[in-house]
């Protein structure tokens, strides 16, 4: 009889675990979190490295190669172009050239060195006495009047600096280099004087294409007159030398 009895909650049971049984809902995947915005991140992660931006040249600017490394005889050949290219401008001065302010930019110092020592020797050789001190106030001519031309420039509202002006007057100072030289052979004082002052104006109209750059068209005129009262006292030093 007991094996005919059957439990009525024995498969009840079963069945109450599967149903009571919670069904687990599937979550949809989240994407992995970046690893490198986070804030432990190591800072030797790689970041993606910016493409190099595009170098603007202005116009009229070259770029110089270093010469820290060149030949020296590369140097000097380079130098002397610069000054033979400078001085075609101070012999045959154009005003309306196409680029009047390259020159200027183009400064260099080896040029009016030249040119100053040679102004110097001349003027000491042509001299009776006190040479020493005639060679001395041709190198204080050229340096008390950059000075002054570049205070004016810069009073007028223009753009240079000491070194352009030093070299703006050493190389238009090249005619008169050679009016020095004419007189330094005993001639006619009528003569001597007309060589003179010719070279003093070729000197002050070589140096208006060069200085026209550096001021504004209304203020030429002005900046000028220093450079102008300059070349007359060397011309006068030239005369009272001679």
Known sequence: MENNFENPFHGAGQVGQAVLEPTRRSSPRTPPFPYSSLPFASSNAKSPTPSPSPVVIPPGHNIVAPTLTEPVWETVQRDLSRILSNLKLVLFPNPHREDPGKALRDWDLWGPFFFVIFLGLTLSWSASIKKSEIFAVSFALLGIGAIVLTLNVLLLGGKIIFFQSLSLLGYCLFPLDIGALICLFKGHFIARMIAVFVTMFWSSWAAYPFISSAVTQKRKALAL??????????????IATS
């Open 225 to 238: 007159y220093p450079l102008l009262l300059m070349y007359v006292s060397v011309a006068f030093l030239i």
